[in-house]
Each structure stands twice: as structure tokens, then as C-alpha cells.
């Protein structure tokens, strides 16, 4: 399986890019295993309190999570 840092997991309707396998509690977070439509397994960490929204067989789609910049000006 691949574990990629800094995914964001979405609810998909119709064509989701994968299904939920598995959801282990690990406290504030959730570690959600995926399997994508292409076979590869992909585990992402959400927190706990947003875990109910992705139930096993449940269709999602994982984009890059957003990273804030810092631009300072001299």
C-alpha cells in the first residue's frame, strides 16, 4: 500500500476515484485505507471527528490538501 502525506479525502457521487476499505480509529485520527479504480491501495489520515463520513464501501476521491503559503517581502 501507499501512504501519502497530505491528502484530502472528498465524498464522491457517481464516479469517485475509489472505495473506502477500512477505517482504523488511532485516537485524533483516522487512518482510511482506498482502494482506487486503477487497483492501488492508498491510506490517508483524516480526523476522527470527520470519520463517520467515509463508511467502508463508501466512494471517495483524494485531491491534494491545500498548503498555505508564507511569502515575506524584503
Known sequence: PR????ITVRTS???????VRIA?????ITRITVL????TEVKADVPSHR??????AA???LL??????LVVEP
Do not use: K
Not at 3 to 6: K, Y
Not at 13 to 19: D, E, V
Not at 36 to 39: C, S, V
Open 3 to 6: 501512504r501519502v502525506r497530505r
Open 13 to 19: 457521487t457517481g464516479t469517485g476515484l475509489g472505495t
Open 36 to 39: 482506487l479504480d486503477d487497483g
Open 59 to 61: 466512494r471517495v476521491r
Open 51 to 56: 470519520a463517520s463520513e467515509f463508511p467502508a
Open 64 to 69: 491534494p490538501a491545500a498548503r498555505p503559503v
Open 24 to 28: 482504523t480509529f488511532l485516537g485524533s
